[in-house]
């Protein structure tokens, strides 16, 4: 029994540890770039060389394609800072620090208003006040800002050289581990509204899941943006993802659309005969889910859509049979309305699965695609494995 508890108690960990992985992967770069800014600052003896560490620190993020956005914005930023206060300096030359005080009001001005419409301009104002505001004791402005340009540069290059080679994360993969969690939780909110159907309105503690899943949208959309750079710089060779992201926010729709036609229960009479097909409904689709997000986290193929088929086709049946009995002819025309809307929302949530299990053959075809050009470019270890 001891040593059973053991090896649960060890699998508990090494799963918590895979969940935390990507966190784990970006605490290691960021103290390799940490101490690399610290050696290279040392090195390279400038006047404020721990700017070379923090923009180190500060570049490196949870993935490849994110360090370089954040990256390129910080040099743009820098550099357009750095050469309107050093313009500034030039024009003014403000030596006490009334006239200091004075430039960084005239040079503040504009880049605020830029950073405004152009968020990644942000840190422009910042190294034009930084500039401005340095002791002339130690260095004349202009010198101030080429420092800080060359030193921001050094440590953006190391924190995209730590991003790269060390841990690398690529967000293709971080894509596809959200993507398949927003399908588990659109799982979980189907299996709500089946267990409500016709009964009672759907259990308040949706609206958690429900926020979870567009938290969890909103940081795909961001992933996507991050897979987009890292296919522009070649330094992947994933899908295109917005269809993925597209197709998530139309399933996403599809479920919502379920939950607000079930916000109130349906008359007794139509309930008891749509209840059984549209458990079997939900039940077939929130497998399809499930088994959608296990083949796309590992590049399976697409799961049949037979059983989702079969089961809205027993549900069209149930509700001809409704109406032909005309068992909605004493209803409030709102009750015949959400009657009807069901139909046609799970009409669409077939289409958009039909196109979730295309993005799950694609993300196949691409692993596939890869494997062989591997194979390829190495055959020597495959004839050494045979």
Same mark, same amino acid.
């Given at each position: 029994?001891? =040593?059973?508890?053991?090896?649960l108690?060890?699998?508990?960990?090494? *799963?918590?540890?895979?969940?935390?992985?990507?966190a784990?992967?970006?605490?290691? *770069?960021?103290?390799?770039?940490?101490?690399?800014?610290?050696?290279?600052? *040392?090195l390279?003896?400038?006047p404020?060389?721990?700017?070379?560490?923090?923009?180190?620190?500060?570049?490196?993020?949870?993935?490849?394609?994110?360090?370089?956005?954040?990256?390129?914005?910080?040099?743009?930023?820098?550099?357009?800072?750095?050469?309107?206060? =050093?313009?500034?300096?030039?024009?003014?030359?403000?030596?006490t620090?009334?006239?200091?005080?004075?430039?960084? @009001?005239?040079?503040?001005?504009?880049?605020?208003?830029?950073?405004?419409?152009?968020?990644?301009?942000?840190?422009?104002?910042?190294?034009?006040? @930084?500039?401005?505001?340095?002791?002339?004791?130690?260095?004349?402005?202009?010198?101030?800002?080429?420092?800080?340009?060359?030193?921001?540069?050094?440590?953006?290059?190391?924190?995209?050289?730590?991003?790269?080679?060390?841990?690398?994360a690529?967000a293709?993969?971080q894509?596809?581990?959200?993507?398949?969690?927003?399908?588990?939780?659109m799982?979980?909110?189907?299996?709500?509204?089946?267990?409500?159907?016709?009964?009672?309105?759907?259990?308040?503690?949706?609206d958690?899941?429900?926020?979870?899943?567009?938290?969890?949208?909103?940081?795909v959309?961001?992933?996507?943006?991050?897979?987009?750079?890292?296919?522009?710089?070649?330094?992947?060779?994933?899908?295109?993802?917005?269809?993925?992201?597209?197709?998530?926010?139309?399933?996403?729709?599809?479920?919502?659309?379920?939950?607000?036609?079930?916000?109130?229960?349906?008359?007794?009479?139509?309930?008891?005969?749509?209840?059984?097909?549209?458990?079997?409904?939900?039940?077939?689709?929130?497998?399809?889910?499930?088994?959608?997000a *296990?083949?796309?986290?590992?590049?399976?193929?697409?799961?049949?859509?037979?059983?989702?088929?079969?089961?809205?086709?027993?549900?069209?049946?149930?509700?001809?049979?409704?109406?032909?009995?005309?068992?909605t002819q004493?209803?409030?025309?709102?009750?015949?309305?959400?009657?009807?809307?069901?139909?046609?929302?799970?009409?669409?949530?077939?289409?958009?699965?039909?196109?979730?299990?295309?993005?799950?053959?694609?993300r196949?075809?691409?692993?596939?695609?890869?494997?062989?050009?591997?194979?390829n470019?190495?055959?020597?270890?495959?004839?050494?494995?045979?």
């Open positions: 029994m001891k =040593g059973l508890a053991l090896r108690r060890v699998r508990a960990a090494w *799963r918590a540890l895979r969940n935390r992985s990507v784990l992967k970006l605490s290691v *770069r960021l103290i390799v770039a940490g101490l690399l800014g610290m050696l290279v600052a *040392r390279a003896d400038l404020q060389d721990y700017w070379i560490v923090i923009a180190a620190l500060l570049v490196v993020q949870g993935s490849v394609g994110a360090t370089l956005v954040t990256g390129r914005d910080r040099m743009i930023g820098t550099l357009f800072g750095a050469l309107a206060g =050093g313009l500034v300096a030039l024009l003014l030359q403000p030596e620090m009334e006239e200091r005080s004075l430039a960084v @009001i005239i040079t503040l001005g504009p880049l605020a208003v830029l950073a405004a419409f152009r968020p990644p301009m942000r840190i422009a104002p910042v190294t034009a006040a @930084i500039v401005l505001l340095a002791d002339p004791s130690h260095t004349h402005i202009v010198e101030s800002a080429a420092f800080r340009v060359l030193e921001i540069f050094i440590g953006t290059l190391i924190g995209f050289g730590v991003s790269l080679f060390v841990l690398p690529r293709h993969k894509l596809v581990g959200k993507a398949a969690q927003s399908l588990r939780l799982e979980d909110l189907l299996r709500h509204y089946e267990d409500s159907f016709g009964q009672q309105p759907p259990d308040e503690r949706l958690s899941l429900h926020e979870r899943l567009r938290t969890l949208l909103a940081e959309e961001t992933t996507v943006g991050e897979v987009r750079r890292e296919r522009a710089n070649r330094m992947a060779e994933a899908p295109d993802p917005e269809p993925l992201a597209r197709n998530l926010r139309r399933l996403r729709s599809d479920v919502v659309f379920i939950g607000r036609t079930l916000a109130q229960p349906m008359p007794r009479p139509i309930a008891e005969r749509l209840s059984p097909v549209f458990e079997e409904v939900a039940e077939t689709i929130r497998s399809h889910l499930r088994q959608a *296990r083949a796309y986290e590992t590049a399976d193929p697409p799961p049949s859509l037979e059983d989702v088929e079969a089961a809205l086709e027993h549900f069209s049946d149930a509700l001809e049979q409704i109406r032909q009995e005309h068992l004493p209803l409030p025309t709102t009750e015949v309305g959400q009657i009807y809307a069901l139909p046609f929302t799970l009409e669409n949530f077939r289409e958009n699965l039909r196109d979730l299990d295309a993005r799950i053959a694609e196949q075809s691409d692993s596939r695609r890869r494997h062989d050009q591997e194979s470019d190495h055959p020597e270890s495959g004839q050494e494995a045979q």
